[in-house]
């Protein structure tokens, strides 16, 4: 009994003495209070790369926050004009506009209180100081060569690190092409060297070897796909919807030159030839079409005006009619908005701006062409590509480019063309900063043109082209300061902007 007792003893001491020390730090911690410092415990942006379709982060903090401490001593470099929205514990920044491609972001957040600290008039307790990173994408250009090194090929210019790379094969010439939205691919159709028909065309898939979303490991580079041949059907254009689903082809029938229609098919390669296998839109035969921003639809030139035909279901009962456009232009991001073209009895051109609200707004009025629309995702401006007749004895027609303030109506010519170059081809820049322009240089009248020889869409030889960039403000300092473009030193046509 007596050596029990002496070993339980010490035992007994050494308990008393921690539930002394334990009472002893809870009666600390309660006369302090909560010293526990806010932190965030979570950055969506964090280490990533971001594109114009990325409109914003969260930040998700360990503890409710003062609002307006954190949205005083949040910080960006370089800065990003944004609004602030909370939901509990969660702050969301919406950007004003898209980040400008090829720049590198840091935010910070130091100083900000949480609620319990201001409840209780501790200025001392303050958040943990957070500091996060992330990237845009880099600026890249798409083109077809027109250098004999990469003649009718795709090639891919990375402006931000100055590279360039040819990633379609040399035994096809590429005829046109659109990316994919997080350009990993490019759908392109293409004839080959040795066939001179430009009706003969294929589409294919090309990959970028650039990654689809951020963090993801990207294709090699230059892995070429057949998506559709023209065994029996001519392809004569085709789109590709903004969700990078689906492919809609308008097609004509090569034993019957008068059958031609739409046909829509999945956007990448299939196993299965059920699905792959394209279907028809069973509608009456339209002419110029473009997919609608939500992938659902197609809106066709159609009769004496323009029809929304869905993609699934009765195509012969369209969406909605506007008898009095003839061609749908361009449509803004959401959808809510079109720009479209009236085709008046003197032979002028009105373009319009249609909203869902049934809200018809004319913008200008053309004696020549309207080549194309684009809608800026950064501002409520539309750039176009446009035309006037200088000579209605020859018809020649000059090219210029003009921004349009939705809002205010008010036009801006951003630059003038030589006459007579129809074949021009303009592209916007994903985050609205950059207008990329070609200009060709056809065949002399007197060289007959090669079998295989580059041509334009009027079926004009090509004998070389320049590509230009020109950089662009917003309409309103743009009225001040004078733009010039750079011509760049790449030699091709059809430019268009990567995603």
């Known amino acids: 009994m007596t050596k029990s007792k002496a070993l339980v ?14 009472s002893f730090l809870i009666g600390v911690m309660i006369l302090q209070g909560d010293a526990v410092s806010a932190r965030v415990r979570n950055f969506t942006w964090q280490n990533q790369k971001i594109g114009a379709e990325d409109t914003s982060f969260t930040l998700t903090f360990s503890r409710p926050m003062e609002t307006k401490s954190v949205e005083d001593n949040l910080k960006i470099d370089p800065p990003l004009a944004g609004k602030v929205s909370w939901a509990g514990r969660r702050m969301v920044y919406t950007l004003v ?39 845009t994408r880099d600026r890249v250009i798409l083109y077809i060569g027109t250098n004999v090194e990469d003649q009718g090929q795709l ?33 392109f159709s293409a004839r080959t060297t040795k066939n001179p028909d430009l009706l003969s065309a294929k589409l294919y898939t090309v990959t970028t070897g650039i990654p689809g979303k951020s963090g993801e490991q990207a294709e090699p580079a230059a892995k070429v796909d057949l998506i559709l041949d ?50 028809r839109l069973q509608s009456q035969p339209g002419g110029d079409f473009m997919i609608t921003p939500d992938s659902k639809a197609v809106a066709v030139a159609q009769g004496q005006g323009a029809a929304i035909l869905p993609l699934q279901g009765d195509a012969s009962k369209p969406l909605d009619f506007l008898p009095q456009f003839g061609l749908v232009q361009a449509f803004s991001k959401d959808g809510s908005q079109a720009a479209m073209v009236k085709f008046n009895t003197d032979y002028t051109r009105d373009l319009f701006l249609v909203t869902n609200q049934g809200v018809q707004k004319p913008l200008l009025k053309t004696s020549g062409s309207i080549i194309s629309c684009q809608f800026d995702t950064a501002s409520p401006s539309l750039y176009c590509l446009l035309t006037q007749l200088v000579s209605k004895e020859q018809y020649i027609e000059q090219p210029y480019v003009v ?34 322009f070609d200009q060709i240089v056809p065949q002399a009248d007197t060289t007959p043109p090669p079998a295989n020889s580059l041509k334009t869409d009027d079926g004009e030889a090509i004998a070389t082209s320049s590509l230009w960039l020109m950089p662009l403000l917003p309409i309103t300092d743009a009225a001040t300061v004078e733009i010039r473009p750079e011509k760049l030193p790449l030699v091709g046509f059809h430019p268009r902007w990567l995603p």
């Open 403 to 436: 921004a349009i303030d939705l809002k205010s109506g008010q036009q801006k010519p951003l630059l003038v063309l030589p006459p007579d170059q129809r074949n021009v081809q303009m592209s916007l820049s994903p985050d609205g900063l950059g207008l990329l």
């Open 97 to 135: 506009t898209p980040a400008p491609y090829g720049t590198n972001y840091q935010v910070k957040l130091q100083g900000a209180r949480d609620k319990f600290a201001t409840q209780e008039n501790n200025s001392k307790r303050v958040i943990q100081p957070f500091t996060g990173n992330f990237r």
């Open 155 to 187: 090639v891919l210019y990375n402006l931000t690190q100055e590279q360039k790379r040819v990633i379609t094969p040399k035994d096809l010439i590429v005829m046109d092409f659109e990316a994919f939205p997080n350009g990993e691919k490019i759908l």
């Open 9 to 22: 003893q010490p035992l007994d001491r050494v308990a008393i003495a921690l539930m002394l020390l334990l």
């Open 230 to 279: 023209s065994k029996d059907y001519q392809i004569l254009k085709f789109d590709l919807s903004p969700d990078g689903q689906t492919i809609v082809v308008q097609r004509g029938n090569k034993a019957n030159p008068g059958d031609f229609g739409l046909w829509f098919m999945p956007a990448t390669k299939d196993s299965s030839e059920e699905k792959s296998t394209p279907k």
